[in-house]
Nanobody, 123 residues
Framework: VQLQASGGGLVQGGGSLRLSCAAS????????MGWFRQAPGKEREFVAA????????YYADSVKGRFTVSRDNARNTVYLQMNSLKPEDTASYYC?????????????????WGQGTQVTVSS
């Protein structure tokens, strides 16, 4: 499975961005999709995940109420709508795909990764 993330950019605090992650080379609906982020000098951390059918979503406490993860299985794409952005949201954002039933918030459980897309939030 190949994943291609896009949609990052520079935005002022309080603004919004929508990230996309397009998948190819596999059966997209078989994978739980997750978003993680990594700021300079920090470890990659869980942001959000969405179940195979898009019915169940999971969020890190730091983004709950501000970010929304969704997927379109017909388009093989997962999205991360980010609202009310804060400077501490600045990071490279990565999408991951996993087919197993292990924890969605542990990056080690993900089988495939896209390249990062940079999000920079100015104060």
């Amino acid at each position: 499975v190949q994943l291609q993330a896009s949609g990052g950019g520079l935005v002022q605090g309080g603004g919004s961005l929508r990230l996309s992650c397009a998948a190819s080379g596999g059966t997209f609906s078989h994978y739980v999709m997750g978003w993680f982020r990594q700021a300079p000098g920090k470890e990659r951390e869980f942001v959000a995940a969405v179940s195979w059918a898009g019915v169940t979503t999971y969020y890190a406490d730091s983004v709950k109420g501000r970010f929304t993860v969704s997927r379109d299985n017909a388009r093989n794409t997962v999205y991360l709508q980010m609202n009310s952005l804060k400077p501490e949201d600045t990071a490279s954002y990565y999408c991951g795909a996993k087919r197993n039933s292990r924890s969605y918030f542990d990056l080690l459980n993900y089988d495939y990764w896209g390249q990062g897309t940079q999000v920079t939030v100015s104060s």
